[in-house]
């Protein structure tokens, strides 16, 4: 099958998750492109956790800047080709010699036209951006989108951040069809983990996308094969935005941290 990825261009998750995915998916099939998005909307995660980041205390802070400074560095020493663990969608593009199809909106017609020629059968998303209905139909099998909850439960934004906030004892992985409604479509495979109560926000995400490499071949596995979903029963819909500094309040007084 021909798979396409459309995906934010962050240093932070996302380039290790993809970069294991493709590494898996090659073997059988092929990848026939990537769209890295550079988000500069509302709903970027960058901005968001830059606006916040000062309300975080000076130990989150020194943390975040060490991670940032490290993965930085990593991008700078895979482009001297001294590593081979890329630190960027684009590097990951590179990496595996990989058609790059660059926009700053998924939905221009120009944009759809260049996705369309590679005529994929999947389109894989874990981005910001709202597909709209005709990059939905644009695969000829699937377009489908991976997300840091067990859906329905806590689609939207930071669906972690809510998970830790309301108490839950698990929180996991979804794999899902997308459709015009967000993170609404059909569960194709979810993953659920237990939420440990001395971990931060950040370290529920990294384990959340270690745990979306499985997630996403298995996903697809099941589409090729026309296998059964994996769901795991949850409670009613819900969806969330971002938090505002009260939200953030209550969760530093449950004792947790960001990172």
């Known amino acids: 099958m021909k798979i396409f990825f459309i995906i934010d261009d962050t240093l932070i998750l996302l380039p ?120 939905l139909e644009l695969s000829k099998i699937a377009c489908i989108n991976r997300h840091s909850s067990l859906l329905p439960s806590y689609g939207g934004l930071l669906p972690i951040f809510w998970a830790l906030l309301n108490d839950e004892k698990e929180i996991g992985v979804t794999v899902h069809h997308m459709v015009k409604k967000i993170d609404r479509g059909p569960i194709i495979f979810q993953k659920a983990f237990p939420v440990e109560i001395n971990n931060t926000f950040f370290s529920h995400y990294k384990r959340a996308y270690q745990e979306s490499v499985e997630a996403t071949i298995k996903a697809i596995q099941i589409i090729k094969n026309k296998s059964k979903p994996v769901v795991i029963k949850r409670t009613k819909p819900s969806y969330y935005t971002f938090p505002e500094i009260k939200d953030w309040e209550r969760f530093w007084k449950k004792g947790y941290k960001f990172i």
Not at 34 to 61: E, F
Not at 73 to 94: E, G, M, N, W, Y
Not at 118 to 132: A, N, R
């Open 16 to 135: 290790e998750w993809l970069d294991k995915v493709i590494v898996e998916l090659e073997k059988n099939e092929e990848i026939v492109g990537i769209s890295p998005l550079t988000n500069k909307g509302r709903s970027s995660w960058d901005n968001y956790l830059v606006k916040q980041l000062p309300r975080q205390g000076v130990a989150s802070l020194i943390r975040l800047i060490q991670l940032v400074f490290c993965l930085k560095l990593q991008k700078i020493l895979f482009d001297l080709r001294l590593i081979q663990q890329p630190a960027s969608i684009k590097q990951v593009a590179k990496k595996h010699r990989l058609k790059v199809i660059r926009t700053k909106n998924v939905n221009r017609s120009d944009y759809l036209e260049k996705v369309e020629k590679l005529k994929p059968d999947i389109i894989v998303s874990s981005c910001s951006q709202i597909f709209g209905k005709r990059l």
